[in-house]
């Protein structure tokens, strides 16, 4: 069975923490439809033209192949907690997640509410996106004035699916949560099959939809720190702002500089021994995963 989401009021904010809502559209186009909100977890180390790519990607799946619509999009930037080479700290990431949604989308918005405390499960962060939506801001309507709420649902790269279908990496519970009470969009990756992992996770097929990438794109915050440390230009690999952004604040030179601090024990797992990467859901591939992609 799915875990109980959490109860109204029962969520840690950060200090000063406003969860924002400035492009959540707020009342349905096609009220046949059920209205939905994408939500990327990574590290966003630095996030690149391909982590915005992917809402697009889902967007028109969306449009092409169901019954959704999706009212709005969020970047969840993870929690220095989750320390890692190459995870500049949670300010810097979430400024820069802000510069390239501001600059390049009319949807989009970054959520930093799992950065800036202490490490979170991603059936959790789900949860919180669900309490400020449908609790807090009461969902959205119809323009006959009928209220709905609004389905959560998680945006990745075929990595995650990987590691979901392998045994020990996720908690079972965690699993249930995330794939039968929310669901998730997968865009293909290079590197990463999806068939196998996805017979691996049949239960939850109702609620795991596949994305074709028609245009191969393996772009990834690894190769770009690669690039910025070896005096490599990375512009027109990331949104210009965020460029302009690295250069002034001379990020990673090193990928030592800038990183948070260690996790505490423990809190780099999921829940009952699983440990995913989070890094992974918008990654490149299986391979590189290890290292990070996202």
């Known amino acids: 069975m799915s875990s109980p989401p959490k109860q109204p009021g029962s969520f840690d904010n950060p200090p000063n923490y406003v969860f924002p809502h400035h492009c959540l559209t707020r009342t349905l186009r096609d009220s046949r439809k059920t209205p939905v909100v994408l939500v990327a977890c990574g590290s966003f180390s630095p996030v690149t033209y391909l982590h915005l790519r992917m809402f697009e990607m889902a967007k028109d799946y969306v449009r092409q192949n169901t019954d959704f619509e999706i009212v709005g999009g969020y970047l969840s930037p993870v929690s220095d907690m989750y320390k890692k080479p190459g995870l500049l700290n949670a300010h810097h990431r979430v400024d820069m997640c802000s510069l390239a949604t501001e600059e390049s989308s009319n949807w989009l918005m970054v959520d930093s509410w799992e950065a800036f405390q202490a490490y979170q ?151 009952s021994g699983s440990t995913p990467k989070k890094e992974i859901y918008l990654g490149n591939s299986v391979a590189g995963a290890a290292e990070e992609t996202s």
Do not use: C
């Open 121 to 271: 499960r991603t059936a959790v962060v789900l949860d919180h996106f669900d309490y400020e939506i449908n609790t807090v801001l009461g969902g959205v309507q119809t323009s006959d004035g009928e209220h709905r709420n609004v389905r959560v649902m998680l945006l990745a790269g075929s990595d995650l699916i990987a590691t979901m279908s392998e045994p020990g990496v996720w908690s079972p519970v965690d699993l249930e949560h995330i794939l039968g009470r929310y669901g998730t969009f997968i865009v293909e990756r290079a590197g990463a099959s999806m068939d196998q992992a996805t017979d691996n996770l049949a239960r939850w097929r109702h609620n795991i939809y596949l994305i074709s990438q028609l245009i191969q794109n393996d772009v990834s915050s690894t190769k770009v720190r690669l690039f910025l440390r070896r005096g490599l230009s990375v512009r027109y690999l990331l949104p210009t702002p965020v460029v302009d952004y690295i250069e002034q604040h001379g990020l990673y030179l090193d990928d030592a500089v800038g990183m948070g601090p260690s996790p505490e024990k423990g809190k780099e797992k999921e829940s």
